[in-house]
Every structure is written in C-alpha cells, then in structure tokens.
C-alpha cells in the first residue's frame, strides 16, 4: 500500500503529500466533500503516513508501525470512527483531549481521525475548540465531514480546509470494481452514485436496486394500490442499519435516476445513454406513456425532498411527502 493507491483525489493528496515530506502538516485538517467519495480513506492514508516508519511521507504498510495502524492499535493513532453514530459525544472529545497531552509513544506526535466530524455536538466541538487553539506539540487532528456547515465557525477556522469532489466515473469504476462489487452492476452504481463509492456500496449493500421495479410500477401507474406500493419501498428506508436520513437520500437519488432513464428514452436519445440497462424493455413501455412533463414534475419532486433532507427537515416528514409524491 502507498498513497499511490489511493484513487482519484490527485490535487489533494499530492498537497498533503508535499506537507508531510516538508513536515508541515498543520495540526487541524478538515477534508471535506460529498459523501461516500473517499475523505476518511485518505485521512486515514495521512495519519498511516505520519507513523510509518519505513517510508517518507507515505504509508509502506509493511513496518511494525504500519501494521499497527492498520490493526487500529497503534498507541499514536486515535479514530473515532464510528459510521452509524448520529452523535459523537462529549465525554469521546475529552478523552480524546486527555490522550493529545500525553507523550507520544513511536511516532513524532499523536494523530487523531475524527471521521464525520459534523456529528460532534455543539459541546463536544466547545471542548474541542481549545485543543486546536494551543495544540500539544506534535498531535495533528484530521476531520472529515460532508457537511462541513454542521461544524462551528470558530473550529473552521482553525483547520486548514481541504475541497475534495466526487470521482470521475471511471475512478469509481475502478474503487467498486476492487472493492468487489458484483460486475454487471459496477458502472450503474458508479453513475448513481455520482462518483461516491461509499454510496454505491451502501445502495447494493441495503438492496435498494431491487426497488426499482416498484418504482417503476408506480410511475408507469401499474401499481394496483400506490400507496400501499409506495409505502413498501418506504419500509426499506425505514429499516436498516444506517441513518434513516441517509438511506432516504439512497432512495430519492436512485428514483432520480431511474426518472432521468425514463426521460432519455422518452426524448428518443441513443439506448447508450441509458444506466439501468438490465431494465429495459420494461423502461421503454413506461416512458412511451409518460410525457417528459410528467417525468420533470417528479424530479422536481425529488429535488425538493433532496434540499429539504440538507436543511435538516425531519426525515419522518420528508418521508410521508415522498408516500404521496412517489404514488
Ligand atoms: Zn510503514
């Protein structure tokens, strides 16, 4: 493993890169962008680098400091990294502040990994306020977050921001295909995604590619009772491991997806162009009896659910507004 694994993001690592080799790696870093596009694998790259004893400025993973960062037991290496926590709390910032004033073990200084870092509470990201204002020597905090507007003025100052964007398609071919999704399924997922393949994997993972047909029946109106159909796609969503939030998101965005298909298709364009091929003919009968119109009006639809999900409407409600909008 190198940073040259590392797919995609080539601005971003190259700067980190040039910072570690220089040692000037500032002690908060906040890596932001869409979600499921990679930020938490190369934050986790950075902090690999600054243990690994073997190789300048990268990660060999094959020295002693290496293979205990990569067991998550490395005595300089702090994560809180826990994907399905809504909150991280208080009590994880404090322990996390006592650790940072600690000598380091091995490495030159302690690195901490906050992974969605929008998640701190308001007190939480207090405490954390006056770490990153006088930073014990050495230790550097790498935040991620997707919505970096959920972290305080006062903490985003502090951190030397870092843009990242989504894949090309190409590269989030690349990530799905080593990542062992099923082939026939990659370049779909890619595009769905947007280049995220953190949300390609989660759609696949929670089955939501099997609503499809369901969505289609609803659009098409073959659904014998809508509601009733449109409420058992939204039991997927209301039933999951992850964040009732994000796997509504899932849902709006491959309904988006499937309504852009059926617009291709209804506008006469070339068969290529069209993402869910394993649908067809079946995406061909719906969009002969559905105008574009009536296409565009349920994307609007979707994109309204979308902002209200990013300004943080209750989910329960965005849902019962997709019941209706979906039937
Ligand atoms: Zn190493």
Redesign the pocket.
């Known amino acids: 493993m190198s940073f040259d694994s590392v797919v995609g993001h080539a601005r971003v690592v190259e700067h980190l890169r040039s910072l570690l080799t220089a040692d000037r790696l500032p002690h908060a870093c906040l890596l932001h962008g869409e979600e499921g596009i990679g930020k938490y694998c190369v934050a986790r790259y950075t902090a690999l680098a600054r243990l690994?004893?073997?190789?300048p400025a990268d990660?060999?993973?094959?020295?002693h400091?290496?293979r205990l960062g990569l067991a998550g037991a490395h005595p300089d290496l702090h994560a809180l990294d826990e994907p399905e926590a809504v909150s991280l709390r208080i009590e994880q910032i404090r322990e996390l502040i006592a650790l940072s004033a600690r000598t380091p073990y091995r490495a030159r200084g302690r690195t901490f990994l906050v992974r969605d870092a929008h998640r701190l509470t308001e007190e939480a990201q207090n405490a954390l306020l006056k770490t990153l204002e006088e930073p014990p020597p050495g230790c550097v905090l790498l935040l991620t977050s997707g919505r970096p507007e959920g972290l305080l003025p006062t903490i985003r100052s502090r951190c030397q921001e870092f843009g990242m964007r989504p894949l090309s398609i190409p590269d989030a071919t690349t990530v799905l295909e080593r990542s062992g999704c099923p082939p026939e399924r990659v370049g779909l997922l890619a595009r769905i995604s947007g280049g995220a393949p953190g949300k390609a994997l989660a759609l696949e993972a929670g089955g939501f590619l099997e609503l499809r047909a369901a969505l289609l029946d609803l659009v098409g109106g073959d659904a014998a009772d809508p509601l009733e159909t449109a409420e058992q796609v939204l039991a997927r969503v209301k039933t999951g491991e992850t964040g009732v939030r994000g796997r509504t998101e899932m849902l709006v965005e491959l309904w988006i997806s499937v309504l852009r298909d059926l617009l291709v298709l209804g506008v006469g364009a070339a068969d290529t162009l069209v993402w869910h091929h394993d649908l067809e003919p079946r995406l061909g009968a719906v969009a002969a009896r559905r105008t574009p119109r009536e296409l565009e009006t349920r994307i609007e639809a979707a994109g309204r659910a979308l902002r209200a999900l990013a300004v943080n409407a209750s989910a329960e409600l965005v849902l019962s507004d997709l019941a209706l909008a979906l039937a």
């Open positions: 690994c004893s073997a190789a990660a060999c993973g094959r020295c400091d290496c």
